[in-house]
């Protein structure tokens, strides 16, 4: 980023003009209009569509099943469960299409108020964000996910000879509870560098801050990958070997934006 001129009084300025506080209102409703509209189209996209998505989510299982000469199935014992769960499905999916809508609504609403080497400074962090947690997602669906149920389907018990029989019978709503907290929970925690780049953008925090305190966090990642993951070795070590890599990530991009000190 070139530097600023500080004898150019233009070189940094707000692109905007000054608004009443009603105005600011009426912004607001209308972004938050825009917002909503974009997610009830894409809820009601996603509810026509909500059976594809469920089993898109459902093939990891699917194919456990399959590898292991079952009919890939799960079941549901109430009888609005499968209901409810088409619902949860097309939120879940509203919440991914609309995002780039919403994001930029709120962006629209916020960068008038910005300085221009402020917009520049947030405009890379806005494009990670989605990225990363792509990525997360992406590492969830594709190799925790099927790691995982792969490791619990291996605790069936075939019956016969004086021994009880051990079935998995998945419930639709379970299943897709896990998956959601999974793809959620690998989807934020790759949003560390993000938010760490931010802290130390705004001077919350240094790169030296985070080397200080790298052994504390690096049990602070296997941790939390305890908590967000299920209990299993594999899942765990799934999300917190990541988090340790996205952490060092951190600490350099902490030092690529942090404020230099000023030489006198």
């Given at each position: ?53 469920y089993q898109i989510l459902a093939a990891p299982l699917a194919r456990v099943q399959a590898l292991k000469g079952d009919q890939p199935r799960l079941i549901y014992t109430e009888l609005h469960e499968a209901f409810i769960t088409y619902i949860k499905v097309a939120l879940f999916g509203a919440g991914f299409l ?84 999974l793809i959620m929970a690998f989807g934020i925690a790759f949003e560390m560098p993000v938010l760490f780049s931010l802290c130390a953008r705004a001077g ?61």
């Amino acid at each position: 980023m070139a530097p600023l001129d500080v004898n150019d009084p233009g070189a940094d300025q707000i692109d905007d003009k000054p608004m009443p506080l009603l105005e600011h209102l009426v912004e607001l409703r209308r972004r938050l209009l825009w917002s909503f509209a974009a997610f009830a189209g894409c809820f009601v996209l996603c509810y026509i569509y909500s059976k594809p998505i469920y089993q898109i989510l459902a093939a990891p299982l699917a194919r456990v099943q399959a590898l292991k000469g079952d009919q890939p199935r799960l079941i549901y014992t109430e009888l609005h469960e499968a209901f409810i769960t088409y619902i949860k499905v097309a939120l879940f999916g509203a919440g991914f299409l609309s995002f780039p809508v919403v994001s930029t609504q709120i962006w629209k609403f916020v960068a008038p108020g910005l300085y221009r080497s402020e917009k520049r400074a947030f405009l890379p962090f806005l494009i990670a964000t989605p990225v990363l947690f792509l990525l997360g997602a992406a590492l969830a669906y594709f190799l925790v996910i099927p790691l995982a149920w792969t490791f619990f389907a291996g605790f069936e018990q075939r019956g016969g000879n004086g021994t009880a029989q051990i079935e998995l019978l998945p419930k639709v709503s379970e299943y897709l509870s896990l998956v959601m907290k999974l793809i959620m929970a690998f989807g934020i925690a790759f949003e560390m560098p993000v938010l760490f780049s931010l802290c130390a953008r705004a001077g919350l925090l240094t790169s030296a801050t985070l080397r200080k305190y790298r052994r504390y966090a690096y049990v602070g990642c296997f941790l939390l990958a305890a908590v967000l993951t299920p209990p299993d070795a594999i899942s765990m070590c799934s999300l917190a070997v990541p988090l340790v890599g996205l952490y060092e990530i951190s600490v350099l991009a902490a030092r690529m934006v942090e404020p230099k000190p000023v030489e006198i």
